[in-house]
């Protein structure tokens, strides 16, 4: 019977079916940060286990790291939780890549960039975004802090159901200033923030071969903001690319590569696989895309105006956006740009916007900042001369975090105050307690930070 990629990893980490209902699956990969840890590590503590396969298991710090590369202060609770994180990692003999250093950054940005993701695997971590490293042709989820204790005890994890499947097609070519993150917000707005609940979607089609590695990682990223457990894009030529970079030091060599890129080419969905649904996106006409409410699928073209409400939740959101019906999003000034988030802060994302930021300056009264997804982005930005396009433009230029996408450190905004943002969610209070947040590409928001209100990429390409 053919299969899907999904049903393919799927059956290969079925361990068994569990009584009751339910399934247990292996799990190759699992990635650690200290938010969603600490209570993980004190479960095994009491109950005297150890972590199964701490070769398999990879820690970073990112949700509360500050990015000024202030020094850590352990009395409050981000620096706490960054120092218990440092100690469960040494007791159970977890490898840490630990603040500044060469290989800290954003879970989902190291994972592909050391070598840690490959085809054909499955990936969890305490994120909900862990769906990016889908773009692989891993089966990858976020997992709650109960699960995490589990994992680290026994390389496995319970699932309730097997999800359904989602194709999803993308056809066309994109224009010039569209992006992957126009496509993907474009998807949900299409399908809806709950479009993709209770499924895995598979993204394919001549638009998606098209993109680079960057670019598939965003759209998968961005997977659970349609409510999908997971997404997944078929590895191709272009994947194996990626993972065969001398830097990824993680990442199969030699005879064990091409055993790898053997196997990860038998991944592919089957001709005559079928989805349990289906969909499709053209997006040969596709605009730069700005969200307007406090969920990605309240999005609008960048040259559109907002929409009448077509419900109560609508109407809640215009009115904690402060915006009203008509409104052309070009005409909405905005207080903060931020580039950063595991959405958009790769090397590529950054040399995009510097390309579009080069000559130009940020306009008075906003504040802008670049936020790289790694320490490694962050150094080979700055070998490429990128940290100085920015800085010249008026960018602020940041260590490695997740900073503004949730606010847990220093990076935030104030009450009402509104960004222009290459993260994933814009939902209330994200970004600091009253604030207005607003999804763009990396190239949008360069354009937002010199024009002072939401602009159009293409005017400045």
Known sequence: MPQTLFDKVWQRHRVTDLEGGG???????HLVHEVTSPQAFDGLRVAGRRVRRPDLTFATV?????????????STLSGKQLAALAKNCAEFGVPLFGYLGGKQGIVHVIGPQLGITIPGTTIVCGDSHTSTHGAFGALAFGIGTTEVEHVLATQTLRMAKKPKSLGIRYDGAL?????????????????????????????????????????????????????????????????FEYIKAEDRPYAPK???????????????????ATYDRSESVDVSSLAPQVSWGTTPAMTVNIDEPISD????????ALSYMGLKPGTMMTDVEVNTVFIGSCTNSRIEDLREAARVAKGHKVAGGVRALVVPGSEAVKQLAEQEGLDAIFKEAGFE???AGCSMCLGMNGDILRPQQRSASTSNRPYE?????????????????????????????????
């Not at 399934?23 to 990969?29: C, E, F, M, Q, T």
């Not at 990112?62 to 352990?74: F, K, M, Q, S, Y």
């Not at 030699?254 to 005559?272: C, E, P, R, W, Y």
């Open 23 to 29: 399934v247990l699956l292996y799990i190759d990969r």
């Open 62 to 74: 990112d949700h509360n790291v500050p990015t000024d590369g202030r020094a850590i202060d352990e």
């Open 175 to 239: 224009g010039r200033g569209v992006t992957a993150k126009d496509m993907i917000l474009a998807t949900i707005r299409k399908l809806g923030a709950g479009g993709g609940t209770g499924f895995v979607a598979e993204y394919f089609g001549p638009a998606i071969e098209a993109l680079p590695m960057s670019g598939r990682m965003t759209i998968c990223n961005m997977s659970i903001e349609m409510g999908a457990r997971a997404g997944m894009v078929a590895p191709d030529e272009v994947t």
């Open 254 to 272: 030699g005879g064990a590569f091409d055993q790898m890129v053997n196997d990860a080419l038998t991944l592919k969905s089957d001709d005559g």
């Open 309 to 316: 409400p077509s419900d109560a939740g609508e109407e809640k």
């Open 397 to 399: 230029w940041h260590h």
């Open 429 to 461: 209070g994200r970004q600091g307690p009253g604030s207005r947040t607003h999804l763009v590409s990396p190239i949008t928001a360069v354009a937002t930070a010199v024009a002072g209100r939401f602009a159009d990429p293409r005017e400045l390409i």
